[in-house]
């Protein structure tokens, strides 16, 4: 898929506990572009996360309209959106979320299985992302016994493998060292340019602009 | 791939559980078992006994759990029916036996020496009664009470030398001895009795036929060919045991659902980040409840084959210390239980399968 992958459109979310209300975002209008790394900066709380997640389909928005892959959101079934997230979106997360029962290789291989692509290709595609973030030695290794830095590699291996286009990183350097953490924005950089990938990493880490194609600013929910 | 591997990543635990497993699958094969066992060892003497009528007391329907008496000079109306080849007359009585040790009851049979028909099924030790002073036992009886053949027991006042053993003779709550009818007499106090006749036909004769002469000729009386008379006994076992064994089963497969269903929701609850994790990476509907069913399955089937290798030893164990237990085990049955333990298994799956609705892929941005 070339051009845009995902709109927003004035799209606001507000969360409603005990009575209270809270705007999470506000007004907020954005396009992914495929090819393209858009860094959304801002500290805690400004809604970087919600805003990953409604790009996701994990939440729809409460005012607003988000197409994602020409079709809004709204019109997503359940069914729909799990094949969308296994097939399309690769998720980075900051603690890396990697399943603890299984290997590296196996943690990458499940993601395939979601997406219902074959064990045999799944393995050989596995092996070809974890070689290609200098992790395949590790693939038989339980995440337990992997540094950070390694971990964040297989998980980056784990998001690209089945191919998805849109790839949404929430503070994939968090729990990193500044080196490892630049060497994993490197990759995205990379899967943006060379696989035309539509990356989107949400972060407060500043030094990440350097990569960024795009950067928006976000504060207590709005761009500024 | 997953599902296993969760299970064993708490190795100590699903060894435990699968134990725990076993257990209840060997609590539901034993009671099957015995059930069976107590069943079988119940009607084995009507069924071996190669008697083609019996004749017992109007309203009178079994031998285990009815009193018959019938006068002894029906023997000779009986072999003036047309079609009678014999009528062997056998008294039943409870006595109570003085051993070694204990005093202990059995169900004495006392029969025709000269026709061998009342018998004891089969001979397993020593040699049938020859003469009035000798008695057969349960081998389960003269296990439990230590008696060998050649040795003394004491029934009453008089003094038996145990000539053999006999199986197929063993109702669980009781076992049969086998003494001659005279002596049986002797002990009764009356000698004018019998509790039954057990009649042979010729070949060719219609059965049918010889019971319509035979309640014609002796209005006082039960008559019924030998597999009525299975029926009514078989039914007098199960009505008596069944009940019981079905609950104390019943038990064991709520203990067996409580215990996988727990054990199912804790590994949920436990895992509740990974599966919020395959949530938010697209894992389909089906995915997540179908590796709760597979471990299930896999906690079941371990627990089936631990069981399997433990349970006959254990039976053999149980019937060295308590010989009258009789456990008598079948394909079937452990097919059966192999059925039922699939179905306990999806069944608790439920309620953790339940719990996973309420885990939320947005759970793992928090």
Known sequence: MNGSLAQMYSVSKTFNRSGTKTDALHNVSFQANAGELTLL????????????????????????????????????????LQILRSRHIGFIFQTFYLLDSLTSLENVMLVMKFAGISKNESRVRAEEFLDRFGVKHLGNAYPKTLSQGEKQRVAVARALANGAELILADEPTGSLATQQGMTIVHFLKEAAKTENRCVIIASHDERIKTFADRVLHLSDGEII | MYAIKTLLNQYLRF??????????????????????????????????????????????????????????????????????????????????????EHPASIYLAGYDIQSEKGGPPSITEGRNISNDNEIVLDHSFAAKYKIRTGDQVFIKNDTLIVAGLSSGTNMFVLQYAFITLGKAKELFGFSGFVSAYLINTYPGIENEEVINSI?????????????????????????????LLFIVALIGGIVLTAILSLILTVYVLEQRKD??????????????????????????????????????????????????????????????VIMGLAVISLISSLIPGLKLRNIYPLEVFQ
């Open chain 1, 41 to 80: 900066l801002g500290p805690s709380g400004s809604g970087k996360t919600t805003f990953l997640t409604l790009l996701a389909g994990l939440q729809k928005p409460t005012e607003g309209t988000i197409t994602i892959f020409g079709k809004n959101v709204k019109d997503y079934s359940s069914r729909e």
């Open chain 2, 275 to 336: 599966y919020a994790i395959m949530k938010a990476l697209g894992a389909s509907a089906g995915f997540i409840p179908g590796m709760i069913v597979k471990q299930s399955l896999i906690l079941a089937g371990c627990g089936m084959i631990m069981a399997l290798v433990l349970f006959f030893p254990l039976c053999n164990l149980v019937e060295k210390i308590s010989p009258e237990i009789s456990a008598v085990s079948s394909f079937r049955q452990v097919v059966l």
């Open chain 2, 215 to 243: 309640k014609e000729k002796i209005p006082n009386s039960a008559v019924f060919d030998n597999s009525s008379f299975l029926e009514n006994n078989n039914y007098e076992v199960k009505s008596g045991i069944l009940p």
């Open chain 2, 15 to 100: 060894i435990i559980t699968v134990f725990g497993i076993a257990l209840c699958v060997i609590l539901m094969l034993f009671i099957l078992s015995v059930y069976k066992g107590s069943a079988d060892g119940a009607v084995q003497y009507i069924r071996s006994s190669d008697t083609d009528i019996w004749v017992l007391q109007n309203n009178a329907t079994n031998i285990l759990r009815n009193t018959s008496l019938l006068s002894s000079n029906y023997g000779k109306t009986l072999t003036g029916i047309e079609g009678i080849r014999s009528a062997s007359p056998v008294l039943f009585m409870l006595a109570s036996v003085k051993t070694r």
